[in-house]
């Protein structure tokens, strides 16, 4: 098992005037996580709503890279363990990268992951701010503090056999809608996140609950 004992090596820093930093409180971390712009702070909630996602961490890593002959130091931006693997990711926006000389400076940044043996990921607008994923994770993150018990769980398993599906607004009739929705950010119970969240969403249990 991997020990994933990151801590930020850095503080959040405010690098200009009108740069959006900040903390966001999180339930998953159980700590305040920093974040340098609001690109960041969505990835912080796709991070947090995704069950894969056993822990992450901002500001993980300092790696040494050259660039013309000159030593320079990066610090990337978060680190994931997702299902057991974890994955560095650079949050910045797609629009930096049409400079060549800035792609030539993380192509050299990733040339240091890949001599570590490290999945190193440059994550842009394109991928965090994919419809409807995004906005679901925002709605299921109002359900984290929503208690689940066991009872809730057998009920669950009682309407959903393995393999079978059935809507948000059916199993509601059997739980509470807020502990559905809990059961869902818990990854207790899958959606398809290609398909806006809804009480007409197909759930079904996780393959690790059929298991």
Aim: glycine share 4%.
């Amino acid at each position: 098992m991997i020990n994933f004992d990151y801590t930020p090596v850095r503080n959040p820093v405010r690098k200009k005037k009108g740069t959006y930093c900040g903390y966001f409180p999180s339930t998953k971390m159980n700590r305040m996580i920093g974040y340098e712009s609001t690109l960041e702070l969505d990835a912080i909630y796709l991070f947090e709503a995704d069950p894969l996602v056993q822990a992450y961490c901002e500001q993980p890593k300092q790696v040494t890279y050259t660039r013309h002959q000159r030593s320079h130091t990066n610090t990337v931006d978060f680190v994931t363990l997702r299902d057991g693997v974890e994955e560095f990711f650079e949050v910045k926006p797609y629009q930096r990268f049409e400079n060549k000389e800035t792609e030539a400076t993380y192509e050299a940044i990733a040339e240091v992951y890949r001599e570590q043996r490290l999945s190193y990921k440059l994550f842009t607008e394109f991928e965090i701010r994919q419809e409807p994923r995004l906005p679901n994770s925002k709605e299921l993150l109002r359900y984290v503090r929503v208690p689940v018990t066991e009872d809730h769980k057998v009920v669950a398993r009682d309407y959903l056999a393995p393999g079978h599906e059935i809507t948000i607004k059916e199993l509601s009739s059997y739980l509470p809608m807020p502990i559905v929705y809990a059961l869902i950010w818990a990854g207790y119970l899958i959606i398809d996140h290609s398909k806006k969240l809804t009480p007409a969403s197909f759930i079904s249990l996780s393959t690790a609950v059929e298991g």
